[in-house]
């Protein structure tokens, strides 16, 4: 199983921008596929973006396709999420999240399979 350490949440204005990292350890890069996904308090936790394995795909919700980025330094094994032009409803803790697959399945909206988290990063966006 890998171990996750996340980082680079925080308070911001509507309209900023963070970058989250995760750095992955403990298992071969090459086999799986990581992502965020983010949990506002009182909703379910939501897929926000994946990259495969050896970072060439990228997929997003929809919520935030075009605002954030997603990307991976593959020689660190770290996976990155720009988020851009942040709104007070981005506001909700973000986890680092690996797949047991090199490419993660999308269906309608949601990260389905085998997942793993870390302890996740506060977002908070305030108007």
């Known amino acids: 199983q890998a171990q996750l350490v996340e980082s680079g949440g925080g308070l911001v204005q509507a309209g900023a921008s963070l970058r989250l990292s995760c750095q992955a350890t403990?298992?071969?890069?090459?086999?799986?596929?990581m992502g965020w996904l983010r949990q506002a308090p009182g909703k379910d936790r939501e897929f926000v973006a994946a990259?495969?394995?050896?970072?060439?795909?990228?997929y997003y919700s929809d919520s935030v396709k075009g605002r954030f980025i997603i990307s991976k330094d593959i020689a660190k094994n770290t996976v990155y999420l720009h988020l851009n032009s942040l709104k007070p409803e981005d506001t909700a803790m973000y986890y680092c999240?690996?797949?047991?697959?090199?490419?993660?399945?999308?269906?309608?909206?949601?990260?389905?399979?085998?997942?793993?988290w870390g302890q996740g990063t506060q977002v908070t966006v305030s108007s």
């Open positions: 403990g298992r071969d890069p090459s086999t799986y596929a």
């Open positions: 999240t690996v797949d047991v697959d090199r490419y993660p399945t999308i269906d309608a909206g949601r990260w389905t399979g085998d997942l793993a």
């Open positions: 990259i495969s394995w050896n970072g060439g795909k990228t």
